[in-house]
Each structure stands twice: as structure tokens, then as C-alpha cells.
């Protein structure tokens, strides 16, 4: 069985740069719904003409909004459709799902973090989906939660608040040092436009992506593995 992560990509090369070293770490192949190559569908018809006869994708997102709802199944239909002979399974996106939080990725936003703080803010990309935006505020609070703190979610596009905003608030509600969690996979855009808001605000710390945080890509090999346990 072969495990495909897929990114969503993005136009900064730093991006990709942290999604091969995650596939590395997991020993599987990266894909792209957009901007890197290469596409989902790429990767599966050069597994088939290989000889290999199933693989597992993994999304590597943290909510279940449009890219994993749509984009994923809609480059799977289509490979299919164009042909494609290989047996394919589709994992659990990286974030909360039926309401559970994985450990591991609080292990690895946890160990991102460093330094002294009263105060968190979760910082992720944003969507416009409110299901979606419901679990980013359930990871955040299971993550004030663990360090005692608390802890508010942030977005830098589509729906706020942004991170500064968030980070505004917990200092006028009495927090002296807040720190940011950022809920990313990479470097990009996104991320720079949130460290930036959040360090603008007063932040006293803004953390790494995730990366190939290593309790990730723990949470990368058990999504594969559930996803085969799964009748087809």
C-alpha cells in the first residue's frame, strides 16, 4: 500500500520544501491540488503504470471545508473516469472529525511552542465553512485547555478574527504575554500575513508551522492505517 499525501499547495517554494520533508518522514509520495506539482491524479496513474494496485491519500488539511469535502473526491472521480486501475482509499483530514481531536495533534502544536505565556491564540488559514471553523475552536480550546490557558481561534482570511484581533483581545481581557499556535502545515502567504498581524498585535511568540513535526506525521501513518480498516 502506498500512501499519498496531498497538500494544497501553494505558489511560496517554501511550501513544498515542508511537504516532501513530511512525505520523507512517513515514507510516502506527495501531491498537489494546486500551484506545486504534482496533481493527485499524476501520482495515482504513475502508481498504476508501476505496478502497484492500491494507495491510501492522505489530506494534508486540518479541516474538512470545500478542499477536502470537494477537490479531493473531484480529482478521485476523475482519475477514475480517465481509467485509473488501482484501488484507492481516502483518509481522515489531519483535524477534529466526529468531534474528536487527535493527541497527536495537540502533541504537535504543543511541542511548537516555547517560552512563558498566560494567553494562546490559534492561528489558522480560514474558511469561509462554520462546520469547519467549529473544529479550529474545539482544538483551541483542548489546547488552552493543556497548558492552562486560554485560548482563542484566529484565522488570516475569509472569516475573523485575525490573529492580531485575537491577540488585541486576550491582552484587554488581562492576558500580559500571549503567544500564537500556528495551525499550519507550511510557510506560506497565509502564514506570513498571520505571524505578521499576530507580532503587529503585541504577540510574545509565534510558533513554526508543523512541518514533519514528528507527533504529525504519527498522525499521517494512523489516518493511512484507519482509512485501510475502512469496508470498501
Do not use: K, N
Request: glycine letters at 10%; proline letters at 7%; hydrophobic letters at 55%.
Amino acid at each position: 500500500m502506498t500512501v499519498v499525501l496531498v497538500a494544497h499547495g501553494s505558489a511560496d517554494p517554501r511550501a513544498a520544501v515542508r511537504t516532501r520533508a513530511l512525505a520523507r518522514a512517513v515514507g510516502a509520495v506527495p501531491a498537489y491540488l494546486d500551484h506545486a506539482g504534482p496533481r493527485p491524479g499524476e501520482v495515482l496513474f504513475a502508481l498504476s503504470r508501476a505496478g502497484h494496485r492500491s494507495a491510501v491519500l492522505v489530506p494534508l488539511l486540518f479541516t474538512a471545508a470545500y478542499h477536502g469535502r470537494v477537490d479531493i473526491p473531484a480529482a478521485l472521480d476523475a482519475a477514475r473516469a480517465g481509467g485509473l486501475d488501482l484501488d484507492v482509499a481516502v483518509a481522515d483530514v489531519l483535524g477534529p472529525v466526529d468531534g474528536v481531536v487527535p493527541p497527536e495533534l495537540l502533541d504537535a502544536l504543543s511541542h511548537r511552542l516555547a517560552g512563558s505565556f498566560d494567553g494562546l491564540v490559534l492561528a489558522a488559514a480560514g474558511t469561509r465553512d462554520a462546520s469547519a471553523r467549529e473544529t479550529v475552536a474545539q482544538v483551541a480550546g483542548e489546547l488552552g485547555a493543556r497548558f492552562g490557558v486560554p485560548c482563542a481561534p484566529a484565522y488570516a482570511t475569509a472569516a475573523g478574527p485575525r490573529p492580531g484581533e485575537a491577540v488585541a483581545s486576550l491582552r484587554a481581557a488581562g492576558c500580559s504575554r500571549v503567544a500564537v499556535s500556528a495551525y499550519f502545515l507550511a510557510p506560506g502567504r497565509l502564514y506570513d500575513a498571520a505571524a505578521a498581524s499576530a507580532w503587529a498585535a503585541g504577540a510574545v511568540a509565534v510558533a513554526d508551522p508543523l512541518g514533519a513535526e514528528p507527533a504529525l506525521a504519527r498522525l499521517v501513518r494512523r489516518r493511512a492505517t484507519e482509512a485501510l480498516l475502512v469496508p470498501a
